[in-house]
């Protein structure tokens, strides 16, 4: 925990998040780390069969205060679960979003951009100062018609949600994972030429064509590298940790 906080610290979380232990003792040897997206009944007990007593997360599995733990939800009962097998839960969400080489640092780099850097918002911690997107560039840009193949075989993304196609070439790109229709303006203040984010309303959508390549490639599909951020983390701060990427699919949502 020490070594995931150290790099992204919970003070760079946004008010509204519940990031940090979620459930389960910190004193307890770690037998092994199972890194996920979300905590399901399912994660745990994949955590249960590779002897794992440790799950670190990406969304947190307690986001709303709990008035009582019964099995009457999905929340409550994964709770159950893990303090029935003495798993402990720890999540990472916006304070690994907002911080230097988080979230959407992975994102730049999964779609090869350079002189990546933070925009829109930032927090500062102590000498660490955090933001909430990151714009970077392609070194040879690309058509829209090829940014949307990038990303699709990128992200394993079976459609890409966009406007009108861009009719210039694509080289600066913002990039907000999960939610991030907020920091829009913000990229185009920018100069961007595409914003890439996970999630965006309807609404949204208008009001900007030709002005800025909008790609909406679904929040998990967005976000589903933390994992490998975290095994970086502990297997650099904390030799000998076995550490294992969840092979549980969490996305609630499908294409059909």
Do not use: W
Request: glycine share 8%; aromatic share 8%; net charge negative.
């Amino acid at each position: 925990m020490n070594a995931l906080e150290h790099f992204a610290p919970l003070p760079l979380q946004e008010g509204f998040d519940n990031a940090g232990l979620q459930v389960g003792l910190t004193e307890t040897e770690v037998s092994g780390a199972l890194l996920c997206l979300d905590v399901t009944e399912s994660v745990v007990d994949e955590a249960v069969a590779l002897g794992c007593n440790l799950i670190v997360s990406h969304h947190p599995l307690i986001f709303h205060a709990l008035k009582r733990i019964t099995d009457e939800n999905d929340v409550q009962r994964t709770v159950v679960k893990a303090i029935k097998n003495d798993i402990t839960v720890v999540s990472m969400h916006t304070n690994i979003d907002n911080a230097p080489q988080g979230v959407n640092f992975k994102i730049a780099e999964r779609m090869g951009l350079e002189n990546t850097r933070f925009f829109g918002p930032e927090k500062c911690v102590a000498d660490l100062t955090g933001g909430s997107g990151v714009v970077g560039g392609f070194a040879k840009p690309l058509t829209a018609s090829d940014f949307m193949t990038l990303l699709k075989r990128k992200f394993d993304v079976a459609c890409v949600q966009a406007n009108q196609l861009l009719r210039r070439p694509i080289s600066r790109v913002a990039i907000c994972g999960g939610a991030g229709a907020f920091l829009l303006p913000d990229a185009i203040r920018k100069g961007a030429d595409a914003f890439v984010t996970g999630e965006m309303h309807y609404h949204e959508f208008f009001g900007h064509e030709q002005e800025i390549q909008i790609a909406v490639i679904g929040h998990y599909q967005s976000e589903q590298f933390t994992n490998e951020i975290f095994k970086e983390v502990i297997e650099h701060a904390c030799k000998g940790v076995k550490c294992f990427l969840t092979k549980t699919n969490t996305n609630p949502i499908g294409f059909y």
